[in-house]
C-alpha cells in the first residue's frame, strides 16, 4: 500500500460544510457495523486531527449529535444532514472522515476493514484502531 502523503478535500452534499485531510493516497477504511455507523452505511479512514482542516464558513453549517458514552461526536451539515466527518469515540486525538465525501481524483486505493462496533471494547483492543490518529513523519506529494 502507498504511503506517500496528499491533500485531500472533500465534504458534504451541498457543499457547505468543505474540508482539506493529509493522508495517504491509498487508505484503510472502516466499515463499522454498531447502531450509527449501520443506519448510516458509514465507512471512514482515520487521520490524526492536525491533519484535518475545515475550510471558510464550514463550521457554521455543523450541527453534533452523540448518544451512549457521548464521546463520539457525529457532526453532519444542518442543511444536507451529510456526515462527511466525525470525532470517533475510538480515536479522540483524531477525526474519522467519510471516504465516500472525498473529492474524486486523490485516492488512489480503499481497503475495507471491518470494525465489530457491535463488540465495541474487544473489537478496539483487537483492530489497533486507536494508532490510526498517531502522527506519523511521511513526505507529502
Not at 487521520?47 to 464521546?71: I, N, Q, R, W
Not at 444536507?80 to 470525532?87: L, N, P, Q, V
Not at 465516500?100 to 476493514?113: A, F, R, Y
Not at 462496533?117 to 494508532?131: L, R, V
Amino acid at each position: 500500500m502507498d504511503s506517500k502523503k496528499v491533500v485531500h478535500s472533500g465534504g458534504c452534499h451541498c457543499r457547505r460544510v468543505r474540508w482539506k485531510v493529509e493522508a495517504p493516497a491509498s487508505v484503510v477504511v472502516w466499515k463499522c457495523d454498531c447502531s450509527n455507523c449501520f443506519m448510516r452505511g458509514n465507512t471512514h479512514f482515520i487521520v490524526p486531527a492536525e491533519k484535518f482542516e475545515l475550510l471558510g464558513d464550514s463550521k457554521e453549517f455543523l450541527t453534533t449529535y452523540t448518544f451512549g458514552t457521548h464521546t463520539a461526536k457525529h457532526t453532519f451539515c444542518k442543511i444536507c444532514g451529510i456526515t462527511s466527518f466525525y470525532i470517533p469515540r475510538s480515536n479522540q486525538d483524531g477525526v474519522a472522515v467519510t471516504f465516500m465525501c472525498v473529492d474524486p481524483g486523490t485516492l488512489t486505493h480503499v481497503e475495507i476493514k471491518n470494525f465489530d462496533g457491535k463488540n465495541w471494547e474487544s473489537s478496539y483492543i483487537e483492530s489497533n484502531i486507536a494508532s490510526c490518529s498517531k502522527v506519523q513523519n511521511e513526505e507529502i506529494v
